[in-house]
């Protein structure tokens, strides 16, 4: 357990960003599989804002992020 104020203080900081982080993740998750299975340009919509998002608040890398949207736009995409 932390003794010093400032690790007591980096150990809740890091206890709420988690927290966060985990929130955004299952947003994520949730969204992508959403897409998949309704295959819909609404839904398609709001996953790239939910991986975008993602992305820019460091959850996931921006390439990831790239190749998550391209995977999801392969998906709808006439053949």
């Known amino acids: 357990m932390p003794i010093t104020s400032s690790a007591k203080k980096a150990l809740?900081?890091?206890?709420?960003?988690?927290?966060?982080?985990?929130?955004?993740k299952d947003?994520?998750?949730?969204?992508?599989?959403?897409?998949?299975k309704?295959?819909?340009a609404e839904s398609l919509r709001l996953a790239y804002k939910t991986i975008d998002k993602s992305a820019k608040r460091g959850l996931i890398k921006k390439n990831k992020a790239a190749r998550m949207k391209s995977r999801l736009a392969k998906l709808l995409s006439p053949k």
């Open 27 to 36: 947003k994520l998750k949730e969204a992508v599989k959403t897409t998949e």
């Open 12 to 24: 809740r900081q890091s206890r709420t960003r988690r927290g966060k982080n985990l929130v955004w």
């Open 38 to 40: 309704t295959k819909s």
